[in-house]
């Protein structure tokens, strides 16, 4: 199956990098290659561009759509969390310009053997990295119920959450859930029918704390924003899109810690905590997708861009 993924927030995030033809810029969510193709194509001779991606399908995919820009461009198979590495195996320590586009690509939403989705049956794997070892099968069959009832109810966001992970054990010690379906079938069974009809597909926030849970997603983003805000030069700019409330929260607070870093007594006349600014917050409130985008583009409906700017 071709690398399909229609970049949300295409026109906004390129605009928001205000990209300086002689830049250095970097993708650490390459996926198909959409925002980078057009960060390339705004960048001269001395211009450069990093896509990292750690699935193998998107580094192929953005490969080939990214081969006209020739030595520019560097492709690396990575997790966006290891950016600084791999950036100073690159001989890069700064950077004009990061881009993120979180969450899951409509490529692997539509590869029904890559157990993203809970529309078809297949294995139940969700992994993004498929070189790493841990599937969504290991979390379903061998998670206690209280640790799954808390990725439910964390990642999830699921208030049938508890029913869920009780209704998941009690079918595993039967024979273990093998697949999207019987995962799917599971879900369907622990949620009352009054509330399916209410807030769409009853498997879909169980789904989605699983593939965070799995593939850490959480885990990185927190972990990497402070990071990447340091690798920026003065001027440069971070755009990372969002698709759900906890991504969103993570980012909006990381930003606004970045900003405004003081650990003072508001009482205090004068800073003495020595926490200075790093930039500004572009964004005050997140941009969202247009009318249009919306109506192209129904998977663009939670799409959230902030920026932020290094000082």
């Known amino acids: 199956m071709t690398f399909r993924h229609t970049s949300v927030l295409l026109e906004e995030t390129v605009n928001g990098l205000n990209i300086k033809p002689d830049g250095i810029y970097v993708d650490g969510t390459l996926g198909g290659g959409g925002h980078a193709y057009e960060v390339c194509r705004r960048l001269n001779d001395k211009g450069r561009f990093i896509g990292i991606d750690q699935d193998e399908a998107a580094i192929v995919a953005a490969g080939i759509r990214l081969g006209g820009f020739g030595e520019k461009v560097t492709i690396v198979r990575s997790n966006y969390c290891d950016m600084k590495l791999r950036l100073q195996e690159l001989g890069i320590d700064k950077v004009d310009g990061i881009v993120l586009d979180l969450g899951v690509s409509s490529y692997q939403l539509d590869t029904t053997e890559r157990g993203f989705s809970y529309k078809a049956d297949a294995p139940l794997d969700m992994r993004m990295d498929r070189r790493q070892s841990l599937?969504?099968?290991?979390?379903?069959?061998?998670?206690?119920?209280?640790?799954?009832?808390?990725?439910?109810?964390?990642?999830?966001?699921?208030?049938?959450?508890?029913?869920?992970?009780?209704?998941?054990?009690?079918?595993?010690?039967?024979?273990?859930?093998?697949?999207?379906?019987?995962?799917?079938?599971?879900?369907?069974?622990?949620?009352?029918?009054?509330?399916?009809?209410?807030?769409?597909?009853?498997?879909?926030?169980?789904?989605?704390?699983?593939?965070?849970?799995?593939?850490?997603?959480?885990?990185?983003?927190?972990?990497?924003?402070?990071?990447?805000?340091?690798?920026?030069?003065?001027?440069?700019?971070?755009?990372?899109?969002?698709?759900?409330?906890?991504?969103?929260?993570?980012?909006?607070?990381?930003?606004?810690k970045n900003e405004n870093p003081c650990t003072c007594p508001s009482h205090f006349p004068v800073c003495v905590c020595g926490n200075v600014s790093k930039g500004n917050v572009i964004t005050r409130k997140p941009i969202l997708p247009g009318e249009k985008e919306l109506e192209e583009n129904s998977r663009s409906k939670s799409a959230k861009l902030r920026i932020f700017e290094r000082c």
């Open 135 to 256: 599937t969504a099968k290991e979390i379903v069959n061998t998670y206690s119920e209280q640790e799954l009832y808390r990725i439910i109810r964390d990642y999830g966001e699921d208030k049938f959450a508890k029913n869920i992970a009780k209704h998941i054990v009690a079918e595993r010690g039967k024979s273990p859930i093998e697949t999207t379906g019987e995962l799917s079938e599971v879900i369907r069974h622990a949620i009352p029918m009054k509330f399916q009809k209410m807030a769409g597909h009853p498997a879909k926030r169980t789904f989605q704390a699983i593939r965070i849970e799995l593939n850490r997603e959480l885990e990185v983003l927190k972990d990497s924003l402070d990071t990447m805000i340091d690798m920026l030069s003065p001027g440069g700019r971070i755009c990372i899109i969002t698709f759900h409330s906890l991504e969103d929260r993570i980012v909006k607070s990381a930003f606004r």
